[in-house]
């Protein structure tokens, strides 16, 4: 399957979105989670994924000139699989324009389908106003003092209710953590939208006492069986030593503060694999290094990495189980759904408030004697003689809100967390749990009784796998519900998780799906896949089962049948629970490929559908490869890291090796793993030598296929005496030499030089030698 489609095609497949209860579905007790998807599942969901793209475009505001390119696929708890889309408008990337469908585990069944673009685009993409002009304005919502300035790059911004072209601008701050990406209008010259990349927590941190953690032989601190996870000080290199025994409980001690992070860390890889199905931080077994020695009373995610300080006192590091959860947390928000950090406050807000809960579910998974699980964030160590920082069960404890307002999207982030981290406890334990706090609704509505915390967060990982820009309360209460629906049976839990929402007043939402608790069956298709040569035949079993209510008749249909497919059900009508067999047979002129099927079981009170995919002839295996970040800057003898990603496009899943070549001399690349399999991801890390010749290289980064070889590239700055003459839209670092009107300047801020930053005029970013 090709996973760029065009719009404008004529759509050949249809596809009807089901929001009913899965096959298998379970009530009372949270499961054992699934396998990943086998090669099957995955290709029929992404072709189940293509017939949405084609046959539902008013679903994802979708117009012509707009085209979709696969960018992530994980897979959540009991195997439930998120394809995710990002969009272009004649060639421009639309932010907030991702489209998310996600399926059952078989690939067949459409649980969700969703975009956080609330208009089809119809408006002209010129620029009126320049990328110098734009750089500037944006350059202002960073502070006095700037560290670099990117690129200018035009995209179409639809978050809001008129898409419109829009110069998006990443700029860094130098006097505080800060990576901004600022959206301003291509028309108007106005902001229309800002977001940072870093998100800060403040929390505090205590030693797990004596544990075990992964690392690797010889010895250092990189985990050897989760990619990218690692732990060292500020120069983003993993501590090392001649024995394996690590730390010496010291909470002034960097190495005992690692001991902390990594176990941490992996526990928290753990738990998303064990509870909710998730391979890894970034969903594609991907993982980030932790930094420890942060000289400040706080910690950060950084998007690709997490960085950690000290409390107030300097008497311990800010490295508890529920602060390093809480920053890496930040990143499974980031790599959840539609992606990014998304902007504004109440958006911030969730996005902490993410950071709580995954924080609460590590603790809950590591039952660490040491530190005890809590609905407390940084509970270990008095940060700054007031105890924790924030209060799940009663946020107005610590001066946050414990219901949604109107007045959230204007609230600090931290404090803004307070609703979602109520709701969370109140799903989790209720009002007035055995044993643990009690907790008050907002609305003065009758008690609750909680699901227990796992469960809780197979609801809310499963909600976040379906996220889009700009997320907020109204989207996290319908997601929610959507997936308690399609997670378990019967309306028990998503009664639970509306009262939950109603308590901390986040209000019925327009389009809200009711739970019906009257005659109800679900569908699956065994296989849901088969193929078979021109004239040959392929056979499946359709399996209903009664979900709730009796047994109702239902007759079964299908149809998008390819040139010369039949169709044919024996029998052709039964009662739910029972079986029939459907036999798809072809011609010698039927075309070969990949074919989507929709199997419909029409019943006197709902109906359902599935997808088969019927394959004839044969169909390559191929797969596509990214890389993220995919720039760095180093200085000579520093070193970068990276994760690569790999997805299933078509076909199998095949044997990825992985190799780089460009690379100037001084410089190694890396690959943990060194093979991988096409849907995994590796750690890249890049080595410089003190002897690197300054410059920017562009290193190709290899994925040799069984089938198929891709790459992608990496571009790698070493800064040093360049030396060249000076130019516009060129990455400078300090110490870096070049040549102006004859002169010779050394740049004394890192940026990236826009026109009218001439070094003549710039004193503040270049000195004349």
Known sequence: MNPRLRLGAAATLALALITGSLVGATSAQATQVSDPPAPDERRDALTTASSVLL??????????????????????????????????????????????????????????????????????????????????????????????????????????????????????????????????????????????????????????????????????????????????????????????????????????????????????????????????????????????????????????????????????????????????????????????????????????????????????????????????????????????????????????????????????????????????????????????????????????????????????????NTKTQPWTHAKARVATLNAARTLYSGCAEYNVVRAAWDGVNVRPQPGEQPCDEGDEFSMALDPASGGTQPGGTATTTVRTTVTGGSAQPITLRASGLPSGVTASFSPATIQAGQSSTLTLATSAASPQGAHAITVTADGSDVDRTATYTLRIGEVADDFSVTVSPSSASVQPGGSATATLATQVTSGDAQSVALSASGAPAGVTVTFNPGTITAGQSSSVTIATTSGVAPGTYQISLNADGTGVDRSTAFSLTVGGDQGGTWAPWTPYAVGDVVTYQGAGYRCIQAHTSLPGWEPAIVPALWQRI
């Open 55 to 464: 046959a539902e475009p008013a679903a994802i505001k979708a117009a012509a000139g707009d085209e979709f390119t696969l960018s992530s696929a994980v897979t959540g708890v009991r195997g439930l699989q998120f394809l995710t889309y990002a969009r272009t408008h004649r060639g421009l990337p639309v932010y907030g324009g991702d489209v998310v469908v996600g399926t059952d585990e078989s690939g067949a069944v459409v649980t969700t389908v969703t975009t956080g673009q609330r208009a089809v685009i119809d408006v002209d993409v010129k620029a009126r106003v320049s990328a110098a002009a734009a750089a500037v304005t944006a350059r202002k919502r960073a502070g006095t003092a700037v560290a670099s300035v990117a690129t200018p790059k035009l995209v179409v911004h639809a978050t809001t209710e008129t898409p419109r072209p829009a110069w998006e601008v990443v700029v860094s701050a130098a006097e505080r953590p800060s990576i901004l990406h600022v959206y301003v209008d291509a028309r108007t010259g106005k902001v229309i939208d800002q977001w940072d990349e870093v998100r800060d927590g403040t929390g505090t941190g205590d030693h797990v006492g004596t544990v075990s953690i992964d690392t690797t032989p010889a010895y250092s601190m990189r985990d050897p069986n989760r990619p990218g996870v690692q732990c060292g000080g500020q120069n983003g290199q993993p501590y090392t030593k001649s024995v394996d025994t690590w730390g010496n409980g010291s909470g002034t001690d960097l190495e005992t503060a690692c001991v902390d992070a990594l176990y941490a860390a992996q526990r928290e890889w753990d738990m998303l694999r064990d509870w909710l199905g998730r391979d890894g931080v970034n969903g594609q077994g991907g993982g980030y290094p932790a930094r420890v020695g942060l000289p400040a009373v706080n910690a950060y995610w950084y998007g690709s990495y997490a960085t950690f300080g000290r409390n107030q006192s300097g008497s311990a590091q800010l490295t508890s189980i529920d602060v390093v959860a809480h920053e890496f947390g930040h990143g499974v928000f980031q790599f959840s759904g539609g992606g990014g950090a998304g902007g504004g406050n109440e958006t911030g807000g969730l996005n902490e408030s993410t950071g709580d809960i995954f924080g609460a579910l590590t603790e809950a998974y590591a039952d660490n004697p040491n530190d005890t699980p809590d609905y407390v964030v940084g509970e270990e160590v008095d940060l700054a003689g007031s105890g924790p920082i924030r209060n799940m069960y009663n946020p107005q404890a610590l001066g946050h809100p414990n219901c949604y307002s109107a007045s959230i999207p204007n609230t600090e982030v931290h404090a803004a967390a307070g609703p979602q981290n109520h709701w969370f406890y109140l799903v989790a334990e209720g009002t007035n749990p055995a044993g643990k706090p009690a907790s008050a609704r907002c609305d003065g509505g009758g008690a609750i009784a909680g699901l227990g915390v796992r469960k809780a967060g197979e609801i809310f990982m499963t909600a976040l």
